[in-house]
């Protein structure tokens, strides 16, 4: 049984720093699927923050780009989402996502349409 399992976020001010963690069970990270963050703000539509997709290669949304930054740790099976320099338009829910394992995964289709798995969200709050 695969479970994502998230943890950090919380309240910060604007410019300030706020590092997401992803771990999981039952699932391996590596580069055989895609893994990313993805965000929901109140009455807001879901958003693909960011990416890692089976090639290797990170995505980020605009929005965010130059500031946040994705990274994997294979050894610990935990995903990594670094925010700074937060705006208060970076509040939302964050969820991670991981897709089908051994299966070739686009990046850009990952961000459009989410995951095969969730974690269980985690707010972030950004204050100005």
């Known amino acids: 049984q695969v479970q994502l399992v998230q943890s950090g976020g919380g309240s910060v001010q604007a410019g300030g720093s706020l590092r997401l963690s992803c771990a999981s069970s039952?699932?391996?990270?590596?580069?055989?699927?895609?893994v990313g963050w993805f965000r929901q703000a109140p009455g807001k539509e879901r958003e693909g923050v960011a990416v890692?997709?089976?090639?290797?290669?990170?995505i980020y949304a605009d929005s965010v780009k130059g500031r946040f930054t994705i990274s994997q740790d294979n050894a610990k099976n935990t995903l990594y989402l670094q925010m700074n320099s937060l705006k208060p338009e970076d509040t939302a829910m964050y969820y991670c996502?991981?897709?089908?394992?051994?299966?070739?995964?686009?990046?850009?289709?990952?961000?459009?349409?989410?995951?095969?798995?969730w974690g269980q969200g985690t707010q972030v709050t950004v204050s100005s």
């Open positions: 996502a991981a897709s089908q394992p051994f299966r070739y995964c686009s990046g850009s289709n990952f961000l459009l349409h989410g995951g095969n798995y």
């Open positions: 039952g699932y391996t990270y590596n580069y055989d699927n895609c």
């Open positions: 890692i997709d089976s090639d290797g290669t990170t």
